[in-house]
């Protein structure tokens, strides 16, 4: 009796598969229901679990959010602002007002 082997084998590794097309066929719909249907199908189904599990925010918890994205906002447009305010005379300098 055969057992089965310890790692996965491909089609190409078999040299019976190569000549029996059915097979062939077969082991790469297999491959392809193991790498991409099979991954799809848990995303969906967490997707539909996360969705089932959300509950609309209140007033004081949205309130909170938007007071958060607003300032994270505020912080890195000063970023921004103040690192092309010391960029501007340093660019100046090394290209000299070309």
Request: glycine content about 6%.
């Amino acid at each position: 009796m055969l057992r089965p082997p310890a790692h996965k084998i491909s089609y190409m590794d078999l040299p019976f598969l190569s000549t029996h097309r059915h097979l062939r066929n077969f082991a790469i719909m297999s491959d392809v229901n193991a790498h991409i249907i099979q991954p799809l199908k848990k995303f969906a189904k967490d997707s539909t679990h996360l969705v089932k599990k959300c509950t609309k925010p209140d007033r004081k918890e949205f309130a909170r959010i938007a007071y958060a994205t607003s300032v994270g906002f505020l912080i890195m447009g000063f970023i921004g602002f103040f690192v092309k305010l010391i960029h501007i005379p340093i660019n100046n300098i090394l290209l000299g007002g070309i």
